[in-house]
């Protein structure tokens, strides 16, 4: 039943299917809390209303199983448990996603797996964690060419400080709840981020790849408005 | 006294004059903590080493007349607190500054003055906080014509889930420390943004104008770059 | 045995059976950390004392059906987690259940199984989240209406804050421990709500359903003394 | 300048002109980090837009001085901090503001001035805390006959879970930051009063008298309703 | 082997086995994290070198069946989760162990069983929570009768508060971890306790029945050297 | 006037008049955030009702002065910073306050105050901090001797820790805010005390040297009992 | 694949394999979140490219088995979680690792297998909390010979503090999750080690024994330049 | 007059005079708290009873003027705020003290004032923060010849991570309360150094640059043994 005005009213969700006309994008829709039954319903719906890509996050593999029966066509990535339909073609804009351990791997991917199925050309640098500094300063040409960068870091959450001052793109960092004790479940490269000495580099949740690909998609409209 | 590779070496500080060719602005002085003479002393070897705009913020009138007297040519801001030289021209950037209310006047100020400074084009929209929205949806036209949208809010800090549904450019979330009780200085409103429900909301330090300014500069860089 | 003047000792327990006489309503029993065997002394010697509907909360459906065969007649809803008794009829007292997003759903059902139990005429507005405000805007008539409105939201709070400064009557905040990182289970709605920007909204304890509706009973029981 | 659609575009403010038709009284200014001037044109706009009563609260005794010689016709309460024009005819709404220690005195005051000048019958009990419980007892008869109360506590936070069972009306909780060590300036109350073991109590933010004169507000306006 | 001096060296212990000639009891094993051998180890070092009870805590079933085949004579609390050895006779003193609510009980079975094992006459009032303030008042004289107090409380803590002001002999608060969201497990009525309005109430560690009753021990020590 | 059964209404306040009665001492005054004329109310309404000390914490010297202005007779300690009248006789109950460092006087002089006042025999053992552990060792036969031990330490809060270990009678932490950084104004070392390693310690709310006395004064009465 | 200049690209992970000429020690492996795979690629071409120990921490016996199987050679620890291969030869640095209690003993068994791993002399002196202070002043010998001293504790992180006042070399004190409560998971002795009384002791990471050993390779380096 | 055994008993203090034999240095007083003439009391006792330097921390010039009036001899330094007699010769212990920024300049002023005072061989490398890499890599060498390093940070606390990977000495971290919001005074920069990347960096308390000189001298005197 329409809800009119940009949203369908499924009773238990109403789908912003009017958000691919306001934002470029139809609504990403988050897996936890979500039977498979009302993931099927709504992703349903904005197949149904929106044309580009959709998806859902934090899908663990047999739901996604399950999602996938109902809902044909869709490929799966298992590091980064996103589920995705209709990849959108190529928009020409770079984006690195740096990560600082090897244990930051599955935020790292979800950042790749959603930039990718909205159309951004997503690189993984993985493990350049600033201890061993020498790693990162061997990429310097391909952080320099980047036209966003996506820096993963637990713990001390240094890297996009570092990388913040190599680099004249967006830098947008996403702290990840990886490590123990002092790294208080990712507040703490949080908090660390969020006063990097790094001008101007900016922060979302803890664990958000999705946050930070969703980042990159603004920037990357805001270039193509040029 | 050169440190050599990009920086001077003042003893009391090594002010990073590479910064300019790296990231196509001059480092930015913080004013607390640092003794007028200190600030004379960046910024005169900032002035002298680059040929961009250069600025000191967080600076109270007493201590930026005291600067000003032996750097002449800057121009103060009072509201925003902002010392500066040597504007840069127009890049065509529209900022919208919008805050959630009266009290976050000084922080968007800050905010307006780096970004002009710099070359961007800001506008404020002052005291459009979501609790009576209709003052916030008077400006959709204004808000869609935006190449970013700084958001500056205490509180709740719910204005960036509404602007970040209504646009599709980037917003950049300024969380402030006005209020009180469990407004806890403003780190309510800075966990508030970044959980914000909007995708693709990003989040600088709390009362930071200066950085929602310098992320936006960052966007504007790689938009440049096409 | 009775413990004189209001309660039932039961030894492990002291019901306060004397609550339907001081409150219009019976005490309501939290599940958690009690034993079958204890809800159903507990629950039977509510019944007995008083005449109202007896609800006991947060109980899985195992506990609610070892429970329900010793004490029938009661009705159990399953996502709302709620098993109550002796319903109240219709006190003419409209409550409007808005949640922000589908994961608040079962603290939304809390809410609207202890309202409907007690007398409440409970409607759902399951989804509204301010990132989508047209959703909400589309429902103003129905806002208006209401008596109270309850607004279910986790994350960032949001929802009161808009709904707040569109309605005239009680706004009843609940925080929901959905969402990850910086929501932390629930800490981050709850703080952005008591610092609401919107006048008269008041709070109840995260993901408590039961405690907004209770508090919508009490203001009921004050309209009703008119 | 007229904003349009129930707001004055003042520059530095938009006072919400319309909330006064919207939610039944004009919006209410808080004082700090506003200038005198500031204040003087917000509230000169309220007054002229509407008819109701115009309150700024949180005013030091010479900054009312500075706002009342350019507005004069208000009344000022130097413990309250409240500075208030056009009070409402009185609603036949009684409220009891109960205080726990002598030290709530401020926020208690807050509580009262508010509600009398948007036309609520308010009364003090004061330093009716839990420690000396007969003191609370003593006056339960006029607890009972009250349509909402108001509970204002510090440190342990204790008085509304004590007060909430013995009335059946609204009891809206507030906590103040006095006290010293683990009382952590009003968080320590504010957590006690969220968990309090009576159903149904609501809360506002630390300090805010006003906030909970609002809530009463809200739902003295439901039960006009009827 | 022997570790000289009052303690006994295990090698992966040091049971302190002095304790018992400078505190009057022997030391007390704390089970979580240690294995079945290592209790018994600890506990047949202390039976053997002490002459007073010994009591092993937080002790799982079937840990407390593995260590009592190693070690006979012992009897076990199952809802305390104590294992002890040799009960002391009883010294005349009486502890109240009063608890706020059911879910409490789990914490104040410990401190019963803790305090009777090493002499302390302890009787448990379950369910008096303030919220129902007459089930508490009904027992004044039980109360006043007591030479030591212990309040079991989580959530809002403010029994101690109330019980405090009734008595005059000492009130030992345990704060417990029952409840959800504000309760913070049990850090709100621990933070609550501490600032408790009733003058000389003191503090142990949530959940701590232990704590509680060894405090009482501490007391009745002091009192029997009159 | 009299507020019937055990208090006097003075309008802002209510003094526990009863309270010598039931518990064997006049309410304390706690002078924070009282003008001078309400101690002076509220002290002369308890000498008057009661006949034992009676005192007022908290007092900086002025505000001492005007209060003995008007109420002489009493006694002013200015490093406890306490006011009082009409002192105990001894009651043969020795207390001893360790403190861990200089610093922590002001704290551990209330408790002697305090304790003085009401009749117990308190000596002060200062600067006897764990970091140099032969200054306390020196003192064991006092620490013995004792009838109960205030422990008053800042920063890593050790001092109840060892001496907990070291004697049999009742050990009263009270940690104090003295320190920097992670000491967080006496939070660490709360949380420190309240995880003694040494069973049966128990704590009071920071800085509160006066609870700590009071602690005493109920154990003190319980061992006159017998 | 070669990274060049001192680091291998696996992919996934970037193996800093010069660290060993750097810093004289090779990259540790930490195991959680860690494929076997992964772990055997790392450990394999760290054992490849470099000629010292190779260590990997926190395996649980099931990975440690299967990471075996492909890597023989290795020798694990239990109780420490630690796999190693090709130990370093004794470079005469003593190392005594005290631990509070019997419970911190996982956390001590790390630092002395990382130790004992890299060529340091490490002795465990377990269970020597301070509330029985004569167990570790029985060891006052062994103590004054160490070249560096690890101090495990939990709860009240008390110990580093006694200790720090007896010996004159370096103190690490290692926090531990032990505990319950307002242990906070460790952050209570984290906290308080940090602001230790005794001056010059450092702290590392809770539950990081790996961490304390390493600060004392670094030392160990150091002198072995002399 | 003489406590025995090690200190002297002053009343309200004890100093430790024997902790020059114990640990090679006397005891360092701590200004803040107390009045000139107990520092005055302290440090004569320790110049008196001691050989060593002797020193006062955290002194305002006024204060340090007062103290210096009584006990002649002593140097100030002004940006430390350290008082201090008797420096120490040269133990040939190299310290390089390394700022991120210049407002962490008075921290860092404390870690070299201390040092020199007790011999150690002290370096300051001022504001080498991780935004401006370069400046750091270009003191690689004299790095690398440190001794000891001590790492001076606020914000986002990045700079040890970065120097722990470069250097195999000790390396100290020291947490400033610079900079602002996020910041948390200290707190951000004290928990990310606690989970540095980077292995066996070791923490000390925010500002505490004399703590770091401490560990330092700790360090020195290990290696003086061999």
């Given amino acids: 039943m ?75 990535d298992e590091v980064a448990r996103v589920l995705s339909w209709r990849h959108a073609r190529s928009r020409g804009f770079r984006v690195v996603v740096a990560s600082a351990g090897t244990s930051d791997g599955p935020v790292a991917a979800e950042a790749v797996a959603v930039a990718t199925a909205i159309g951004l050309s997503a690189r993984l640098l993985a493990d350049v964690g600033v201890a061993g500094i020498h790693r990162l300063l061997a990429e310097t040409d391909d952080l320099a060419a980047a036209d966003a960068l996506i820096c993963v870091a637990g713990m001390d959450g240094a890297l996009p400080s570092v990388v913040g001052g190599l680099v004249d793109c967006p830098v947008i960092a996403v702290p990840t709840s990886v490590g123990y004790g002092a790294a208080l479940d990712g507040i703490t490269p949080m908090l660390a981020m969020l006063t990097s000495c790094a001008a101007g580099v900016v922060v979302v949740n803890i664990d958000s790849g999705f946050g930070a690909a ?13």
Avoid at 6 to 20: I, M, N, Q
Avoid at 52 to 61: C, K, M, S, Y
Avoid at 214 to 226: D, K
């Fill in 2 to 76: 329409s809800g009119g005005g940009g949203f369908t009213d499924l009773g238990f969700a109403r789908p912003d299917v009017g958000r691919e006309s306001r934002q470029g994008l139809p609504e990403v829709v988050y897996g936890p809390g979500k039977a498979p039954g009302q993931i099927v319903a709504i992703v349903g719906s904005l197949l149904e209303a929106n044309t580009g890509p959709v998806l859902a996050t934090r899908l663990a593999p047999q739901k996604a199983d399950e999602v996938s029966a109902q809902l044909p066509g869709g490929s799966y």
């Fill in 214 to 226: 969703m980042a990159a998609h603004r920037i990357a409209t805001v270039r193509e408005r040029r």
